[in-house]
């Protein structure tokens, strides 16, 4: 999952989320208690592509990629 900071997402962080959720999920997105963002049934094998991407969204840093 993806930190939301300080709980709050705008609507272009959640379209780029949603984006994201489809191109290398089921389409998907959770919400958790922490509060993050989950993008539910990413394939293994598709996995490190979607954390470059979501790194290239400032979701995670690039370093966790």
Excluded: C, W, Y
């Excluded at 998907?28 to 979501?54: C, F, K, S, Y």
Aim: aromatic letters at 4%; zero cysteines.
């Amino acid at each position: 999952g993806f930190p939301i900071l300080r709980g709050r997402l705008d609507p272009n962080t959640m379209r780029a989320a949603a984006d994201l959720a489809e191109r290398f999920g089921s389409g998907a997105l959770r919400t958790t208690h922490m509060p993050n963002l989950g993008i539910l049934d990413v394939p293994r094998e598709r996995l490190r592509n979607a954390l470059v991407q979501a790194g290239k969204r400032r979701f995670v840093r690039l370093r966790d990629a």
